[in-house]
Antibody
Framework: EVQLVQSGAEVKKPGESLKISCKGS????????IGWVRQMPGKGLEWMGI????????RYSRSFQGQVTMTADKSISTAYVQWSSLKASDTGMYFCARIEMAPITGYFNMDVWGKGTTVIVSS | QTVVTQEPAFSVSPGGTVTLTCGLS?????????TSWFQQTPGQAPRALIY???TRSSGVPDRFSASILGNKAALTITGAQADDESDYYC??????????FGGGTKLTVL
């Protein structure tokens, strides 16, 4: 079974750092991109960016460029998003998704999603 | 900055048909944006319904269909059921690794 298993909920204070994870199983991890999506409380989905675990090619949404860092460790089939200094506005649910993509044409298919990681940033 | 537009809310009667749309603040949605559609119920992860503008994802019943209607992408639900009551999101590939989600449509079945 193809699965993306995300790390557990986090409660942090403003200014703290954080790294959340997304572990793939049941498929060849380096053949697909991993995308990250934020959902703030009561709001819609926001595209954060994507990473290719095979070569760590990373593309950020303009809104998240410089705010987060996406990495991947293909040896353990795990992708990460990290923050160096959290803000209250980072509070939300963060989803990862498996993406089949053809970069030249723009074709993509986000077919499998993790259950999400809740991040709460509060003093 | 391009905004992807969706109806904030829609309602449909059980057994009825409803079409949700996904447009652009400027310009038309074309197949070159490879529109995808997702269904999300509260507290759950999104579920893939449609990719590549028209193609149903694995396991999605054929009462969900997608098209281009005029200058928008569209998701049609035929024979709506109670458990179709969800939020529906479209996402477009705007190029250069930049995807943009619509604001979502809250569908009520009543």
């Amino acid at each position: 079974e193809v699965q993306l298993v995300q790390s557990g909920a986090e409660v942090k204070k403003p200014g703290e750092s954080l790294k959340i994870s997304c572990k793939g199983s049941g498929y060849s991890f380096t053949r697909y991109w991993i995308g990250w999506v934020r959902q703030m409380p009561g709001k819609g989905l926001e595209w954060m960016g994507i990473i290719h675990p095979g070569d760590s090619d990373t593309r950020y949404s303009r809104s998240f460029q410089g705010q987060v860092t996406m990495t991947a460790d293909k040896s353990i089939s795990t992708a990460y998003v990290q923050w160096s200094s959290l803000k209250a506005s980072d509070t939300g649910m963060y989803f990862c998704a498996r993406i089949e993509m053809a970069p030249i044409t723009g074709y993509f298919n986000m077919d499998v999603w993790g259950k999400g990681t809740t991040v709460i940033v509060s003093s | 900055q391009t905004v992807v537009t969706q109806e904030p809310a829609f309602s449909v009667s059980p057994g009825g048909t409803v079409t949700l749309t996904c447009g652009l603040s400027s310009g038309s949605v074309a197949t070159s944006y490879y529109t995808s559609w997702f269904q999300q119920t509260p507290g759950q992860a999104p579920r893939a319904l449609i990719y590549n503008t028209y193609t149903r994802s694995s396991g999605v019943p054929d009462r969900f269909s997608a098209s281009i209607l005029g200058n928008k992408a569209a998701l049609t639900i035929t024979g709506a059921q109670a458990d179709d009551e969800s939020d529906y999101y479209c996402v477009l590939n705007m190029g250069s690794g930049n995807w943009v989600f619509g604001g979502g449509t809250k569908l009520t079945v009543l």
